[in-house]
């Protein structure tokens, strides 16, 4: 059964710090994994998606990189601001036929301090 | 594009009684949808796939006569919690497929959160 980690479970820094989120995978057979963000009583937001045959995708101020042989994952954020502060969610793809079925980690409260 | 709306947002229910939960894709026409449930502080469990036209698969664990599941179109999907009890309390978020961007892009609804006193 895949399962879904995610470390720090909450980390609050000071506005313009970069920081790294953490996210492990106890089965490498994905077929992607994807980083969310969720405001505090809403949905969820879409941030990176990657492919289990990339090793990294960046938007902006955000860079995730995977490493699907060890089941690991970061979400690096470069120059924090307080409006970033948010949940993040991963989520692994299962792979073959559940292809779209989401596994998701605990998540990682960010506060981000002005 | 690519957008999901729930309906209602936030609901309080008597226990007992039954509440539905609609899933809407707003700009695109989706043939599978997905429920997941969250807790207070944890994360999102996938409760069932929802296919248009044919019966809901559900996760292990999730009773399907308690968690009707109806996607009647290719834009609405709906969840009704039968005889409700103030543990299925939850959050609640859909999420839509949208087959133009690819078999794994997810968009997910904003959610609706249930009270069951």
Partial sequence: ?114 | GAVVSQHPSWVICKSGTSVKIECRSLDFQATTMFWYRQFPKQSLMLMATSNEGSKATYEQGVEKDKFLINHASLTLSTLTVTSAHPEDSSFYICSARDPRTGPYEQYFGPGTRLTVT
Avoid: M
Wanted: net charge positive; glycine share 8%.
């Fill in chain 1, 1 to 114: 059964k895949q399962e879904v980690t995610q470390i720090p479970a909450a980390l609050s820094v000071p506005e313009g710090e970069n920081l790294v989120l953490n996210c492990s995978f106890t089965d490498s057979a994905i077929y992607n994994l994807q980083w969310f963000r969720q405001d505090p009583g809403k949905g969820l937001t879409s941030l990176l998606l990657i492919q289990s045959s990339q090793r990294e995708q960046t938007s902006g101020r955000l860079n995730a990189s995977l490493d699907k042989s060890s089941g690991r994952s970061t979400l690096y954020i470069a120059a924090s601001q307080p409006g970033d502060s948010a949940t993040y969610l991963c989520a692994v793809s299962r792979g073959a036929q559940g292809a779209q079925k989401l596994v998701f980690g605990q998540g990682t409260r960010l506060t981000i301090n002005p």
